[in-house]
């Protein structure tokens, strides 16, 4: 990004955070009715220690270079956890300009690729840095047509229909990937695939856009997700996001059942439903390159 860039990202991150602080849980009370959510421009400099016109500055873009101290009190005063600090941090730090280099291909590793290859009861598969699927094995395949290389994560979790009934828990599934993708993403918020993925769902989505308007942080690693497999039935699957050393961000995301619990004997049907596709540790899909979904 450059300078100006910064500057516009680091304000539109400070309103978003300032208008989601509740009034009295910041400690703010008595001040009259209130036009807009949110603690007010005023308030949230007396919280952290500062002047109302620098923090109007830093809003406005005006002020290219507030110190790590100046923002870390504003991080409080903004009851910023620590990822989300983090990423302040990271968005307010100034950047020069570089030239543009020519996005290279996201591959997986051959080691990586029959390692999954070999989990008959795991469905697993891999991730770039932008949610392209890259690589699954037969069972991630078998457990959602989502998982095969080509989709993108996060494109077919709002602009697909069928992942309403593939997640019973959509709501909150979409409520995490968002923040998620802003987690991975980090202040390199102008990258081509980015801008490309974000701008889909912007114009498609208004969930989306409501949320990726909060501006929330969140790269949460593990977790429960609620499926319904048209064959296998209801599922409550574990997740967990494990990044791949030695690449660019890619992620490999495993799923398993709590052992002796009615998902684990649905998910051992549905591998012995697909045994003829994975049977012997054929290694994990392979797929053209990432795509965009929908029409």
Not at 64 to 85: G, H
Not at 149 to 167: K, Q
Not at 202 to 226: C, I, M
Not at 257 to 274: D, I, V, Y
């Amino acid at each position: 990004m450059t300078t100006t860039e910064d500057a516009s990202a680091l304000g539109r991150y400070l309103r978003a955070r300032r208008e989601l602080v509740q009034p009295q849980e910041a400690g703010v009370f008595n001040q009259g009715n209130r036009r807009v959510p949110g603690l007010r421009r005023e308030e949230v400099a007396f919280l952290a220690g500062i002047s109302s016109d620098y923090y109007n500055r830093l809003e406005q873009g005006r002020d290219k270079n507030p110190s790590e101290q100046v923002l870390r009190s504003i991080a409080r005063a903004l009851q910023l956890d620590d990822e989300a600090t983090a990423y302040l941090l990271q968005i307010a730090a100034p950047t020069s300009p570089r030239r543009r280099r020519l996005r290279k291909p996201e591959k997986v590793s051959d080691g990586i690729r029959t390692l999954i290859g070999t989990w008959p009861l795991t469905p697993a598969y891999i991730h770039g840095k932008y949610m392209d699927v890259l690589a699954a094995n037969s069972l991630a395949l078998a457990l959602s047509p989502f998982n095969a290389p080509g989709h993108n994560g996060i494109l077919t979790a709002f602009l697909e229909p069928e992942m309403r009934e593939i997640h019973q828990d959509w709501e909150e599934m979409t409520a995490r990937v968002v923040p998620y993708l802003r987690s991975i993403a980090g202040a390199d918020i102008d990258d081509p695939r980015l801008v490309e993925i974000i701008g889909e769902l912007s114009l498609r989505s208004k969930r989306f856009r409501t949320l990726w308007a909060r501006q929330d942080v969140k790269h949460k690693a593990t977790g429960t997700s609620l499926l319904h497999h048209p064959q296998a039935g209801p599922l409550e699957l574990r997740y967990e996001k494990l990044l791949v050393p030695g690449t660019d961000g890619q992620t490999l995301i495993t799923y398993h059942a709590q052992p002796g619990s009615a998902s684990e004997e649905r998910l051992r049907l549905l591998a012995s439903m697909n045994a003829p596709h994975h049977a012997g540790g054929t290694p994990a899909a392979a797929g053209p390159s990432p795509r965009r979904t929908g029409p």
